[in-house]
């Protein structure tokens, strides 16, 4: 699977609780499955339900899956950070960070603070460094 950012370059797996997210080395972008992010955030719910619809100038990215240009979509509390979805129901790319934004407007699923420590040793985020 190629990273839907520099499209070059392959997607890694790297292993959370046994869930193999795939992410860029280069970007440092992630691509969860669909399903993924419930098991994350340990609880079934509908992940596409989370979402809203947005326009914005934003190149599109395709699924690293299938190859369709994916969806623009937001949190309808926080709509400055735009996520990429796959209209074929493939599941979400993160842009480096994103991910983590999206976890942090999230607090109240249950796997969600654990997954934020994860992420933050793993990619050694730092607030105010990010563009
Ligand atoms: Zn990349
Ligand atoms: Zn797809």
């Known amino acids: 699977m190629f990273c839907p950012n520099c499209k070059k370059n392959i997607l890694l797996i790297m292993e959370y609780e046994n869930i193999e997210l795939d992410f860029c080395p280069d970007c440092l972008g992630v691509w ?9 955030l ?3 719910f509908d992940e596409r339900s989370i979402f809203t619809k947005t326009t914005v100038d934003e190149t599109k990215k395709k699924c690293p899956r299938c190859q369709t240009y994916m969806q623009k ?6 709509d400055k950070i735009v996520y990429d979805i796959c209209p074929e129901n493939h599941g979400i790319w993160f842009d480096r960070g994103e991910l983590e934004n999206l976890i942090q ?9 654990s997954f934020l420590q ?14």
């Open 32 to 40: 969860l499955d669909a399903e993924e992010l419930q098991w994350i």
């Open 73 to 78: 979509v937001s949190l309808p509390q926080n």
């Open 105 to 113: 407007n999230l607090p109240e699923f249950p796997g969600a603070l």
């Open 42 to 44: 340990e609880s079934q």
């Open 118 to 131: 994860w992420l933050k040793t793993i990619f050694h985020y730092q607030s105010g460094q990010e563009k």
